[in-house]
C-alpha cells in the first residue's frame, strides 16, 4: 500500500513550498523489500520587484544514488549534468528544462520575472526498515536559490528544508514521513553548498561565491 500525505503550503522569505509527502509501506514477502519515500512539490519564489527574469537552482541532500556524479549523504546540484547552453555560469545548475513533465517522472520548470518555480516528484527506496535505523537512513534534504537570468547573479538568502521517515507506533500502524519545515539558509556562509555548486561546475569555490548578490 502506498499513499500521498496531504501537507500544507509552506513558505519562508519570498519562497513557497508546496508538498505532498509519500511513503508506501513495505510488503514483508514482495519482490523488493523495502519501503519507497519521498515527495511531490513545487518550489515558487516571488522577487520583490519584479525586473529580470529567474529560475531555481536545487540542491539535494540524498540516501541514494540518481546520477553518476551524485555523492551519498552530501550536498549535489539536482542536475544530471551542466547546461552547456547557457553562457552565464550560474544559470549551468537550473533545475530541470523547460520541455519536460513532472507528472511523468521528469522535470518541469517555469523562468520568469514575476514568479519562477520547479516542480519535482523525488522517490527514493530504503530497504533497512530496522525501525531504529528508519529515521536517519532516510533523511533527505533540498534547498533551493534564485538566479537572476540577466546578470547571473544567484541570490544569497535560499531556502533549506526535508523529510524522513518515522516507523510505526506499533502493530498494524502504518509508516509515517516527518517534514522538516523551511528555513532560510545563506549561501555565502554556507561552505556546503558552495563546494557543491564550485565541484558540479568544475570552478574553484571562490568563482561561485564572486556571482552571489
Known amino acids: 500500500m502506498s499513499h500521498s500525505l496531504p501537507e500544507p503550503s509552506l513558505d519562508i522569505g519570498r519562497f513557497s513550498l508546496d508538498l505532498h509527502p509519500h511513503v508506501s509501506q513495505p510488503a514483508p514477502n514482495g519482490p523488493q523489500p523495502g519501503l519507497v519515500y519521498g515527495a ?34 552530501a550536498w549535489n546540484v539536482d542536475k544530471r549534468a551542466p547546461d552547456t547552453g547557457q553562457s552565464l555560469l550560474m544559470a549551468r545548475c537550473l533545475y530541470g528544462s523547460d520541455d519536460g513533465d513532472s507528472t511523468a517522472g521528469g522535470q518541469r520548470r517555469r523562468l520568469g520575472a514575476d514568479q519562477c518555480w520547479l516542480a519535482a516528484a523525488p522517490r527514493e527506496t530504503c530497504k533497512s526498515i530496522a525501525a531504529a535505523v528508519v529515521p536517519t537512513a532516510t533523511l533527505t534534504k533540498f534547498a533551493q536559490y534564485a538566479v537572476d537570468l540577466v546578470t547571473g547573479k544567484i541570490a544569497n538568502a535560499g531556502m533549506l528544508w526535508g523529510y524522513y521517515v518515522l516507523p510505526p507506533g506499533g502493530a498494524g500502524q502504518p509508516y509515517a514521513m516527518q517534514v522538516q519545515p523551511p528555513q532560510e539558509t545563506r549561501l555565502r556562509s554556507n561552505n556546503e553548498h558552495l ?19
Do not use: C, W
Open 40 to 73: 511531490d512539490f513545487k518550489v515558487g519564489y516571488t522577487p520583490a520587484l519584479a525586473r529580470n527574469p529567474l529560475g531555481l537552482i536545487q540542491l539535494v541532500f540524498p540516501q541514494t544514488k540518481r546520477f553518476e556524479h551524485t555523492n551519498l549523504y
Open 195 to 213: 563546494s557543491a555548486l564550485a565541484g558540479f561546475l568544475g570552478v574553484p569555490t571562490a568563482e561561485v561565491r564572486s556571482h552571489i548578490d
